[in-house]
Every structure is written in C-alpha cells, then in structure tokens.
C-alpha cells in the first residue's frame, strides 16, 4: 500500500476503531495475531485497505508489533 493510499485510509481508521488492545475476545484462535475477521467481529466497519496499511509485513494478520506501531502511528487507539 502506497504512504498516499495509507494518508486517505487513516482518517477512516481511526474513526471506525474503538478503543482498542491485544485481547483475547478479539483473538479468536489463539494465535497472538489479529485476522481481518477477527477485527471485523470488534469494529465491522474496518475495511481491506484499513487492514493492509496495517500489516506491514503483508501476512494477512496483525502481530503485536504491528499493533503496537499502529497504536503509535494512531491508526488504532490504545484502551485506557
């Protein structure tokens, strides 16, 4: 995904996220990663491209670093 591609999906992002951490409700299987699907049951409204400026490594899934670099990047707000 292209930074400009990324700068038009952000605001969308970070409107459509709750608040947001690793959790087990959200992890269904266990894994320590986040699908999309596993992100779509918590915030629905999370599209493809909101998911792929997030996966860095473009593995189909969120790992803790990418979590926590979209947190810092403000692409997901970190629970209180």
Request: no cysteine; glycine share 4%; hydrophobic share 55%.
């Amino acid at each position: 995904m292209s930074i400009r591609n990324a700068l038009i999906a952000l605001p969308f992002v970070v409107l459509a996220v709750p608040a947001f951490a690793q959790d087990a409700a959200i992890d269904k299987d266990g894994d320590s990663s986040y699908s999309l699907v596993e992100l779509q049951v918590a915030t629905p409204e999370m599209t493809q491209e909101q998911f792929d400026a997030m996966d860095t490594n473009m593995d189909g899934l969120l790992a803790a670093d990418e979590i926590a670099a979209a947190v810092e990047a403000g692409l997901l707000v970190a629970a209180e």
